[in-house]
């Protein structure tokens, strides 16, 4: 089980920080990241972390957005910084773990201009 919080309204330029935990007996996840989905769009990828630390993030997020994670925890953060409207949306947690895709239940992330 996924959950995530850290979501709330902002100023653009203002950051946040989410977080995302894992729960049950899973170890050394594969995989831990970020998507997101707008109102009327499809859900895309913000950004993803590995068990061994690479990083990869989505065009539009690199040089604002960073994604840590605490493996002994199975947590992960998206620290998310110069928020632009165009970040509004859903944040959903995701796991990718020996072929398993699981996802959290959102948390609403709104910048206002």
């Known amino acids: 089980q996924l959950q995530a919080s850290g979501g709330g309204l902002v100023q653009a330029g203002e950051s946040l920080r989410l977080s995302c935990g894992a729960s049950?007996?899973?170890?050394?996840?594969?995989?831990m990241g970020w998507y997101r989905q707008a109102p009327g769009k499809q859900r895309d990828p913000v950004a993803m972390?590995?068990?061994?630390?690479?990083?990869i993030y989505g065009d539009s997020v690199k040089g604002r957005f960073a994604i840590s994670r605490d493996s002994v925890k199975n947590m992960v953060y998206l620290q998310m910084n110069s928020l632009k409207p165009e970040d509004t949306a859903v944040y959903y947690c995701?796991?990718?773990?020996?072929?398993?895709?699981?996802w959290g239940q959102g948390t609403l992330v709104t910048v206002s201009s």
């Open positions: 972390i590995s068990n061994l630390g690479s990083t």
């Open positions: 995701n796991v990718l773990h020996d072929g398993k895709t699981y």
């Open positions: 049950g007996r899973i170890f050394n996840i594969n995989y």
